[in-house]
């Protein structure tokens, strides 16, 4: 098991294979993920708990606990945790490189 400290919160990754990557999100309330999209990287997301917006490249959808969105490659997204601290279960594919990042909170660069 690995965590990550991140601006907006941090990852709990809990498994790493070949083949998938099972990782906790925990989103601070107040925090976004950036603006993003992957190339090749697959994303199922679950919401553990707490209510937040998935913003997708041209709408928002109010995700609340228990719901799933799924996010294949190409698709514009930001998580915004607008309201409290959010919990989420992400499983996908293998490729945890595979970030461009169209907007970020944190002034981190693009890849």
Sequence with gaps: MKIVKKPWGKETWFALTKKYVGKILFIKKGHRLSKQYHKIKHE???????KYIMELKNSKKFMKQNSVIVIPPKKIHRMYAKFCDVTLLEVSTPEVWDVVRLEDDYGRGHR
């Design 44 to 50: 199922t997301i679950y919401t553990l708990s707490g």
